[in-house]
């Protein structure tokens, strides 16, 4: 049996016909840029997303890019964020003539910590820290109570990547309460950050991405600086880029939006069945595979009807990660490596020294895997992935 990584035709066929008639008629109106679609879109996630603002970019890394431009962050200027992520996170900070700072993550979630956010804060005496960016890895939000009031305590604002957790919702209790309130993905810092490459839980049919924010000022500066910082037309009160969103993107986004909830419901089902498989094959104990973990559980038991985790993937610590690797690979099953080296050991920061360890990311970095997760896969094929991941350490 062959088992990818990902397949995006299971989706596709859903809305097939509706997307190919759809982008037709975007071909026909002759509106290429801007217009109705992407506007249309920006209504739908802000919605979504219960945020103010949402403004439609050329890509998740573009988001990024320019939510930092925004800040005005530039030369001379840090910013505190995980070594646990795409290239992207880091590579923005970089393209300002900025430099990351970063502290590790929690060995659990895989997210940032806020207490080695916090430790670092503190020892910013010269207060050169002008943005913290949390990535909400794997669809899992980061602990964004904790970082929230940082953030306040520091005076310092808050990007929040989340590239891989569109719809994902943290839970925040109430002190000294059962209640509390859910928070979807984007909304709690100064902007939200995603992405629609089309392997995300949101994928476009190309590249794609999205700014949320409820603050209106900092909103209205993203939208003047994604268009050259131009308004009105040929009058530019300051430099921006092109990071507009293609409304043939927008198009195909509004059309599977309308089924996004159901496929984030899809790869938990899948989630809850791989961590049933595993348990069955006694893969647990001994720890040969720990499985992923949420977090942040509501306590008062609504996480069956809430998007705690969405799942874009489904991540596996694992002794003898990369022999385990080559053995599914002879079996047709394809696993990914996110990430086989923490942003600090990339090659173009090898001359700059970061005087915080990075061991649990290090050690993630060298047992984590990606298996299949995708809305579509059977579950005859999580079986089958199961049963070869049970051999192999039989």
Known sequence: MKVPLLDLSPTLAEQRQEI????????????????????GLEDEIADYCSVSHAIGVSSGTDALLVSLMALDVGPGDQVLTTPYSFFATMGVILRLGAMPVFADIDPISYNIDP??????LEK??????KAIIPVHLYGQCADMKRIMAISEKYGIPVIEDAAQAIGA?????????????????GSLGVCGCFSFFPSKNLGALGDGGMVVSRDEAFAQKVRLLRNHGGAPKYYHSMVGGNFRLDPLQAAVLRIKLKNLEKWHGQRRENAERYNTLFQVEKLIEPAQITLPTAVFKDPVGRNSRSNYHIY????VRVERRDELRNWLAQKDIATEIYYPLGLHQQECLTKMTNPHPMVHTEK?????LALPIYPGLTPEMQEYVVKSIADFYR
Not at 364 to 368: D, L, V
């Open 312 to 315: 874009n993937q489904y991540i």
């Open 169 to 185: 919702e943290f839970y925040e209790p109430e002190s000294g309460s059962e209640n509390g309130n859910w928070h979807k993905a």
């Open 20 to 39: 190919i008639d759809k982008v037709i008629q975007v071909v026909d109106s002759t509106r290429y840029i801007q217009g109705p679609e992407v506007e």
């Open 124 to 129: 910013d005496s010269e207060r050169k820290i």
């Open 364 to 368: 993630a970095a060298k047992e984590t």
């Open 115 to 120: 207490s080695a956010i916090e430790a670092i």
